[in-house]
């Protein structure tokens, strides 16, 4: 449903195509268009001119997207569309420009770059490495800022789900994720240290092979038995015979 052109509100409406079609995939570029362009409309009759859509403010934003995307160097095109890493990421709205969010990851889980639209509620984002670190920053499409959020990091737990903090104000941003390193403080399993055992090792030396011959002791004992018992029979059944 569209918008006024012009308008704030056709300007974010604008925005959420480029970033949602980017973030979707398309990442060979995008082309901007509007009313009046599409057609070089010149005459008078004509509800809006093509000199009038050339200074509305969407196509003034448009160098941002390339800002954005250009943030992770080349690594830009090994970005897959994962919006469902995002909850929530969308409405019941289907046909409209608000409240919906979009991903993009690397392969290896090291990049985010994500876009939520006007209205998209506080979310959550699965897919990132175990017990992480990563450095955040917002950015603005509307005048291609970044700023970092909170104290510059954001930490995955042991399932790899980001919190998320609320959207800086109730527009439209991005969001930019790149891996810092792992948080010390929570790891999954004890790891092995150069000339030292880990306590998961030690364990398995200690305690296994008391319990493998005690296990063995009795699967020998259990057969000594069986050995005696079919004797006896063999022997009886021989005196009858």
């Known amino acids: 449903r569209g918008a006024k052109g012009g308008s704030e509100k056709d300007n974010a409406f604008v925005r959420s195509c480029?970033?949602?079609?980017?973030?979707?995939?398309?990442?060979?570029?995008?082309?901007?268009?509007?009313?009046?362009?599409?057609?070089?409309?010149i005459e008078p009759e004509a509800p809006v001119h093509m000199w009038e859509s050339f200074q509305w403010k969407s196509g003034a934003e448009?160098?941002?997207?390339?800002?954005?995307?250009?943030?992770?160097?080349?690594?830009?095109q090994d970005l897959e569309?994962?919006?469902?890493?995002?909850?929530?990421?969308?409405?019941?709205e289907i046909l409209s420009y608000e409240g919906w969010a979009y991903c993009a990851r690397t392969p290896?889980?090291?990049?985010?770059?994500?876009?939520?639209?006007?209205g998209?509620?506080?979310a959550e984002i699965r897919g990132a490495r175990l017990n992480g670190f990563y450095s955040a920053q917002w950015f603005n499409p509307r005048n291609g800022k970044w700023t970092i959020v909170g104290d510059g990091k954001l930490a995955a737990d042991n399932t790899g789900i980001i919190k998320l903090p609320?959207?800086?104000?109730?527009?439209?941003?991005?969001?930019?994720?790149?891996?810092a390193g792992p948080d010390e403080n929570h790891k999954i399993l004890p790891t092995v240290v150069?000339?030292?055992?880990?306590a998961?090792?030690?364990?398995?030396?200690?305690?296994?092979?008391?319990?493998?011959?005690?296990?063995?002791?009795?699967?020998l004992l259990a057969f000594a038995v069986f050995l005696f018992f079919l004797g006896l029979f063999i022997v009886r059944k021989r005196k009858k015979s």
């Open 81 to 92: 569309p994962l919006a469902d890493l995002v909850s929530p990421n969308k409405t019941r």
């Open 166 to 179: 609320d959207v800086p104000d109730d527009l439209d941003w991005g969001l930019k994720l790149v891996y």
């Open 18 to 41: 480029m970033y949602g079609s980017f973030l979707s995939g398309g990442l060979a570029g995008h082309v901007y268009g509007a009313e009046g362009i599409w057609g070089g409309d």
């Open 62 to 76: 448009m160098p941002y997207l390339k800002d954005f995307a250009f943030s992770i160097g080349e690594r830009y």
């Open 108 to 118: 290896d889980k090291s990049t985010f770059l994500l876009y939520f639209e006007q």
């Open 120 to 122: 998209c509620p506080k």
């Open 194 to 198: 150069a000339g030292q055992q880990s």
């Open 200 to 219: 998961l090792s030690r364990m398995h030396d200690q305690v296994l092979p008391n319990v493998e011959g005690k296990f063995l002791k009795k699967i």
